[in-house]
Nanobody, 125 residues
Framework: QVQLVESGGGLVQAGGSLRLSCAAS????????MGWFRQAPGMEREFVAG????????SYADSVKGRFTISRDNAKNTVYLQMNSLKPEDTAAYYC??????????????????WGQGTQVTVSS
């Protein structure tokens, strides 16, 4: 079993920055592809960013490209999401997820086996 715990969410003004962290335990962290998803009220959960096991490959949703950066520190069992130039439409609950089976980064949430509890990000205009 894998436990994922997100932190770093909060309230920020448009144009501001936040850094989300997700700490993992219970399984060798570097054996899992990691992803960040978000879900706004009344909306489907959507892919935000993903990172390969060794951190060498990343993938982003078009809506966050150039503004968000995903990274990981396998020594600390932690994945990060640096969010810059935040917009009100980025407001959502953000979830960390782990895929224990696949090397590639998939944008479909059904490919991920483990999920954190989520952290709220609110961007005011």
């Amino acid at each position: 079993q894998v436990q994922l715990v997100e932190s770093g969410g909060g309230l920020v003004q448009a144009g501001g920055s936040l850094r989300l962290s997700c700490a993992a335990s219970g399984r060798t962290f570097n054996s899992m592809t990691m992803g960040w998803f978000r879900q706004a009220p009344g909306m489907e959960r959507e892919f935000v960013a993903g990172i390969s096991r060794n951190g060498g490959t990343t993938s982003y949703a078009d809506s966050v490209k150039g503004r968000f950066t995903i990274s990981r520190d396998n020594a600390k069992n932690t994945v990060y999401l640096q969010m810059n130039s935040l917009k009100p439409e980025d407001t959502a609950a953000y979830y960390c997820a782990a895929d224990r089976l696949r090397y590639q980064i998939y944008k479909n949430s059904q490919n991920y086996d483990y999920w954190g509890q989520g952290t709220q990000v609110t961007v005011s205009s």
